[in-house]
């Protein structure tokens, strides 16, 4: 069973910065499409960022997030990262990493985000 485990969440001021680490279990990591979600209470969970395979050389991301937010990938470290800078309290969530393989997926256990002052 292939297992992710995010970490790096927290409590933050509005302006400051926080990086997510999601760490995945297994030999394949570099053939997953690697994903960063968020949901707020009362939303529907929404893709942030997500990076391809193999070096992730092609990364997208959500409006709410471009230029604020980097994904990133080292696939000898079984890990992807979202950096996130200058946080607003509208990013506050559960954040959750996902990893995809063929039509095969895999969710994290998620980690909280609060930005606030």
């Known amino acids: 069973q292939v297992q992710l485990v995010e970490s790096g969440g927290g409590l933050v001021q509005p302006g400051g910065s926080l990086r997510l680490s999601c760490v995945v279990s297994g030999s394949i990591f570099r053939l997953y499409v690697m994903g960063w979600y968020r949901q707020a209470p009362g939303k529907q969970r929404e893709l942030v960022a997500a990076?391809?395979?193999?070096?992730?050389?092609?990364?997208n991301y959500a409006d709410s997030v471009k230029g604020r937010f980097t994904i990133s990938r080292v696939n000898a470290k079984n890990t992807v990262y979202l950096q996130m800078n200058s946080l607003k309290p509208e990013d506050t969530a559960v954040y959750y990493c996902k990893a995809v393989y063929r039509n095969e997926e895999y969710w994290g256990q998620g980690t909280q985000v609060t930005v606030s002052s």
């Open positions: 990076i391809t395979s193999g070096s992730g050389g092609t990364t």
